[in-house]
């Protein structure tokens, strides 16, 4: 049984005394491919450092909405870094999406600094469809304007809602447009109300699985620095879910995960 853990950040620095131990230890543990997700410059410069070190490590490059500059002149600035970036890197076939990028209105009000994320994001989308990548999706209290832009701004190669909110419109509207949902540890929190329902709504075409490590660590482990081999408790939760075992959503799930970041990622 193996599993792909498609968005972590390896590159974090709780990761920093022990990282090359641990990777050894997830590769151990079954988990034979992951994504070390970039959300900026630093971040993604470090991704792709990951990528060309290890063979079973992909990651994403961007600039997350968490992670923009004070002003518009740095953000463009750094986006074109980062597509300098990837066009130096993609023939190696490791970085295999841009992202994370999108929205998050929880952490700002903001009137003027929620139009530069909006900016953001229709800026990296643009360089995704001329990267020919898909795109991964940072959302957070921003439903509608994620959806309306996504709507608007066509995505080529579609892309993914990592963390995905557990909102039924949300992920309603995301199935409708093409992307895959990835569900990570909130759906095994006890407190969790409606996980089971939104896993329901998910085919299984269309559904991953990631830890977003070092954040969020999934029960039974929560509270505690989460890594990429406690993708296995979110897999468990889904397959009790949906009444399947666990070998089949490791299966599915890593298939899809494929699809999407792997056999997506060619002209």
Not at 216 to 245: C, F, S, W
Request: hydrophobic content about 35%; proline content about 4%.
């Amino acid at each position: 049984m193996e599993f792909l853990d498609s968005h972590c950040h390896l590159d974090d620095e709780r990761f920093d005394e022990d990282r090359e131990k641990l990777i050894a230890e997830i590769k151990k543990a079954d988990i034979t491919k992951f994504v070390s997700a970039g959300y900026s410059v630093e971040g993604s410069i470090k991704g792709v450092a990951l990528s060309k070190t290890y063979d079973f490590v992909y990651t994403t490059c961007g600039i997350s909405p968490n992670d923009i500059p004070q002003t518009e002149e740095e953000l463009w600035k750094d986006i074109e870094i980062i597509k300098d970036l990837v066009e130096d890197n993609i023939q190696d076939k490791k970085i295999v999406a841009i992202g994370e990028i999108g929205l998050d209105y929880y952490w700002e009000k903001d009137p003027q600094r929620r139009e530069l994320q909006r900016q953001a994001f229709i800026k990296q989308i643009e360089m995704a469809n001329a990267l020919d990548l898909p795109i991964v999706i940072h959302t957070r209290e921003a439903v509608m304007d994620t959806i309306e832009i996504l709507k608007k701004h066509t995505v080529n190669k579609k892309g993914v809602f990592h963390c995905c909110p557990l909102n039924r419109e949300l992920v309603k509207e995301a199935l409708k447009l093409g992307f895959y949902i990835s569900f990570a540890g909130p759906v095994t929190f006890k407190n969790s109300k409606n996980a089971n329902e939104i896993i329901e709504m998910v085919p299984n075409d269309k559904m991953l699985i990631e830890t977003d490590s070092p954040y969020l660590a999934p029960e039974p482990v929560r509270g505690t620095r989460n890594d990429p081999r406690n993708v296995k408790y979110i897999a468990q939760k889904i397959a009790d879910v949906k009444g399947m075992t666990l070998e089949e959503i490791a299966r599915i799930t890593y298939t899809n995960a494929e699809n999407i970041f792997i056999h997506n990622n060619t002209p």
